[in-house]
Every structure is written in C-alpha cells, then in structure tokens.
C-alpha cells in the first residue's frame, strides 16, 4: 500500500512529502522526518531560509542575484520568444533596449506584445523569488528584469540577470 502523501508548491518550489520525509524540487534537496506534518513543516522551513539567506544578498529587494535569477530562468520553462528576448537584451550594448526593440528580437512588430510578454516573465521572476515589488506603475513586474529609463525609453537588464544567462549559455 502507497504511503500518503502531499504534493504542495512553496515559493516556487515543489515539495512531495510522506510520513518519512519530503523531497524539494527543483533543489533536490531531501528532508527526513516522522510524520507527514513534520516532513512538510521542515521541507517550507528549509525554502524560508534559502530565501532569507539569498535576500541579504541582494543590492535592493526588487533584484535578485545572479543565482537567483539562474534558478528562476531554469525552473519557469522559458518560452522561445522569451528566451529571444532575453539572449537580445543581453546582448544589445551596455544590455539596454526599447519596448520595440523587444519585441522585434521575438519576431513581433509592435511593442505591445513584447510589453505584455516581458512583463508577464517579470511577474513569473518575482513571484518565484519572492522579490519585493509593488504594483504602483505601468512598469512593476518587469523591473524584476531590468530598470526603466524614461528619457530614452529604454530597459536595462540588471547585471545580475545577465549574469545568470551567462552562466546558463543562454547569452
């Protein structure tokens, strides 16, 4: 008879756990405990602190380090047109570029969609880790990307996140 078992999601982790311990993905670090509540308990417990050690790294709460966003850019399965426009952003000098610019690197003619888009990859980044963001402009989620020039209207992707795309080959 299978042992019972929950399957829950953390902070952007996955964690399956029995009465003998839990397993958190995508880590793949292995918990051992005596009871389902305790493999749970212990497995979120271990999430928090991974977290909280990462944010006293950080250079401001809303950008995360360049392991951060390695672990963000490998776990949320990126799409072919966000990966086009990450590998261009990280490419273009000094990593800045339009809205346009955006989206003519995932093959789109207007900026719309690559708004749309690369917003919707910032919300993804944030939410997984944890980044502090607020919603008070039109630009919140994809400043866990890049931060916003409004003299040029152009985007420049942190360091940290080039970083990672580096590291990952995706540059």
Same mark, same amino acid.
Do not use: C
């Given at each position: 008879?299978?042992?019972?078992?929950?399957? $829950?999601?953390?902070?952007?982790?996955?964690? $399956?756990?029995?009465?003998?311990?839990? +397993?958190?993905?995508?880590?793949?670090?292995?918990?051992?405990?005596?009871?389902?509540?305790?493999?749970?308990?212990?497995?979120?417990?271990?999430?928090?602190?991974?977290?909280?050690?990462?944010?006293?790294?950080?250079? !401001?709460?809303? $950008?995360? =380090?360049?392991?951060? *966003? %390695?672990?963000?850019?490998?776990?949320?399965?990126?799409?072919?047109?966000?990966?086009?426009?990450? !590998?261009?952003?990280?490419?273009?000098?000094?990593?800045? +570029? =339009?809205?346009?610019?955006?989206?003519?690197?995932?093959?789109?003619?207007?900026?719309?969609? %690559?708004?749309?888009?690369?917003?919707?990859?910032?919300?993804r980044v944030a939410e997984y880790l944890g980044?502090?963001?607020?919603?008070?402009?039109?630009?919140?989620? =994809?400043?866990?990307?890049?931060?916003?020039?409004?003299?040029?209207?152009?985007?420049?992707? *942190?360091?940290?996140? %080039?970083?990672?795309?580096?590291? +990952?080959?995706?540059?």
């Open positions: 008879m299978a042992l019972k078992r929950e399957d $829950i999601q953390h902070r952007g982790h996955r964690i $399956i756990a029995n009465k003998t311990g839990a +397993m958190v993905y995508p880590d793949k670090h292995v918990i051992e405990a005596d009871s389902l509540e305790t493999a749970l308990e212990e497995a979120k417990g271990w999430v928090d602190t991974k977290y909280q050690s990462r944010h006293k790294d950080r250079r !401001k709460p809303h $950008i995360g =380090t360049e392991d951060d *966003y %390695a672990e963000a850019f490998d776990a949320l399965a990126l799409g072919a047109h966000e990966e086009a426009m990450l !590998k261009a952003h990280r490419a273009a000098p000094d990593r800045k +570029m =339009t809205a346009l610019d955006l989206a003519k690197a995932a093959g789109w003619k207007g900026a719309g969609p %690559a708004n749309i888009h690369y917003g919707n990859l910032g919300r980044l502090n963001l607020t919603e008070e402009d039109d630009h919140a989620w =994809t400043e866990a990307l890049a931060t916003f020039n409004e003299e040029t209207s152009e985007w420049q992707l *942190y360091e940290e996140a %080039a970083g990672a795309l580096d590291r +990952m080959e995706l540059s």
